[in-house]
């Protein structure tokens, strides 16, 4: 096997690859520029959907969007347009808390886990 670089764009912090076999098309986040970005191997397109606030996993939804576990909670973003429609913020208290990564289950259930960004010394 021979690896090939087929797209050299640099993400500040990427993670969470995800394949939509409907498009044909990997997907991606940049956790801190705040940003899906789709890759089309065929089309040889590169595409940053921008979604301005940290993004730490996006799945994609049977409509073709994404479901987002964000900086702020989880939010459905629009493909096209980076719109995201903010669900839920379960721990909107804990000050410095974002999401971090997240994946669907076998059951099609948006797991996500969380972290504290930022703890002033002693603070657990």
Same mark, same amino acid.
């Given at each position: 096997? +021979? =690896? &090939?670089? @087929?797209?050299?764009?640099? #993400?500040?912090?990427? &993670?969470? $690859? *995800?394949?939509?076999?409907? %498009?044909?098309? !990997? #997907?991606? *986040?940049?956790?801190?520029?705040?940003? !899906?970005? &789709?890759?089309?191997?065929?089309?040889?397109?590169? +595409?940053?959907? $921008? @979604?301005?606030?940290?993004?730490? =996993? /996006? *799945? !994609?939804? %049977?409509?073709?969007?994404?479901? =987002? /576990?964000?900086?702020?909670?989880?939010?459905?973003?629009? %493909?096209?347009?980076?719109? *995201?429609?903010?669900? /839920?913020?379960? &721990?909107?208290? !804990?000050?410095?808390?974002?999401?971090?990564?997240?994946?669907?289950? $076998?059951?099609?259930?948006?797991? /996500?886990?969380?972290?504290?960004?930022?703890?002033? =010394?002693?603070? %657990?």
């Amino acid at each position: 096997m +021979k =690896a &090939e670089v @087929v797209l050299t764009h640099q #993400c500040l912090l990427g &993670e969470g $690859p *995800v394949w939509d076999s409907n %498009r044909g098309v !990997i #997907c991606w *986040v940049d956790i801190l520029s705040g940003e !899906i970005h &789709e890759y089309s191997p065929e089309s040889k397109i590169h +595409k940053t959907i $921008p @979604v301005n606030q940290m993004i730490g =996993a /996006a *799945v !994609i939804c %049977r409509d073709g969007n994404f479901l =987002a /576990a964000l900086k702020n909670g989880f939010g459905l973003v629009n %493909r096209e347009n980076g719109e *995201v429609n903010m669900l /839920a913020d379960p &721990e909107s208290h !804990i000050p410095g808390n974002r999401f971090n990564d997240g994946k669907c289950g $076998p059951d099609g259930r948006f797991w /996500a886990g969380n972290h504290v960004a930022y703890r002033r =010394a002693g603070e %657990r």
